[in-house]
């Protein structure tokens, strides 16, 4: 077996939190598993595919370019994992994933017939945007997020932990008459509800390979996506004493970027903060939106001597005014917590640019 399975989603459903969890999963249970990070960042090293090292995961990235636009690339990597015992291999999408169905899924089955089994098309979402949606607030994020489920043969209700039993129903049975087109399931990757559900539905289903009814060059969903702007950073702390909490300075570190971002007027619907140690522990905090609290994923086990740091972010900012907000939390946070930093790697540009 040969199956192949993007994931789509609005920044921070919790794409690469699910795609970890069910890699492990399906190692553990099925057959060997593997999965890709992609992002559009030059040379960059994504947060996304160290936490899936880290977690354990086999796992890679392919950065400077986004997979539907470089099938060449992905069927090599495809391939080397299928050679090497993989049944299964799932990859996220960069940007916000509208096309990706076309490019990626049609693009291998007319480029490459029968060599792949392509799994059902999955978008993730997650309680606070199917309650926007629900609502009909008109803003980017909903309409970047209708289009995205649009394209789902199987859509995933993530952190169904955070809603009780009754709402997570009323969310499914909502997205199910909404898009009746596609599949809905509801699974915690965090806590790993749902997890063999999921298995099952990629092991056993596959894509309708549907056009649904989107316009694509749409004025309204060009704008959305042209607003939006990535920024990667990379850099190496040096830390001044022996008990130091690096979770602590995570989580200050990302409340002060949302707090900066959101005074200037911006939102930021997304941010992974990732840190590690020479000796292999690491610790991940998240931001979900300038009006939501910090989420600490991953807590540091020990105190830490030295931190190596990864930064990856969207938001509704020019590129040059996110890079002067965020540098600014980062040096002033820092400086709180006598860190000596060094920068290696910087990277900021808008969805829109050409």
């Not at 911006?266 to 989420?295: A, Q, Y």
Request: charged share 25%; proline share 4%.
């Amino acid at each position: 077996m040969k199956k192949f399975a993007v994931f789509s989603g609005f920044l921070g459903s919790g794409k690469t939190t699910a795609m970890t969890a069910l890699t492990q999963y399906y190692s553990e249970r099925y057959a060997p598993a593997a999965m890709i990070s992609n992002d559009l960042g030059e040379g960059v090293t994504l947060a996304d595919h160290r936490y899936a090292q880290l977690s354990g995961c086999r796992a890679s990235e392919i950065t400077d370019e986004c997979i539907c636009f470089c099938l060449d690339v992905l069927t090599e990597r495809l391939n080397a994992y299928y050679d090497s015992g993989c049944e299964l291999v799932v990859s996220d999408i960069p940007g916000f994933g509208v096309g990706a169905l076309e490019h990626v899924y049609h693009g291998l089955s007319e480029k490459f017939p029968g060599q792949y089994e392509l799994a059902p098309f999955t978008v993730l979402t997650e309680p606070a945007t199917v309650a926007q949606l629900r609502s009909g607030e008109e803003s980017d994020r909903a309409i970047i997020c209708h289009n995205q489920l649009m394209e789902a043969d199987l859509i995933v209700l993530n952190k169904c932990d955070l809603l009780d039993e009754r709402t997570c129903a009323e969310y499914l049975a909502w997205l199910r008459e909404r898009y009746p087109a596609s599949k809905a399931l509801a699974i915690s990757a965090m806590r790993g509800d749902g997890l063999d559900a999921l298995a099952k539905e990629l092991r056993d289903g596959v894509a309708s390979l549907g056009h649904p009814e989107i316009d694509y060059d749409a004025d309204p969903l060009q704008d959305a996506l042209g607003r939006i702007s990535e920024f990667y950073l990379q850099y190496h702390a040096a830390v001044c004493c022996n008990d130091f909490d690096g979770t602590a300075y995570l989580a200050a570190l990302a409340g002060q970027i949302r707090e900066t971002v959101a005074s200037a007027g911006r939102e930021i619907p997304h941010m992974k903060l990732l840190s590690w140690t020479p000796e292999g522990d690491f610790g991940k905090v998240d931001i979900l939106g300038s009006g939501r609290p910090v989420e600490i994923s991953r807590r540091f086990e020990l105190p830490c001597t030295e931190l190596a740091v990864l930064l990856n972010c969207s938001a509704s900012c020019p590129p040059a005014e996110l890079d002067e907000l965020i540098m600014r939390a980062v040096s002033s946070v820092s400086e709180r917590y006598a860190l000596e930093v060094t920068i290696h790697k910087k990277q900021f540009f808008g969805l829109g640019e050409e």
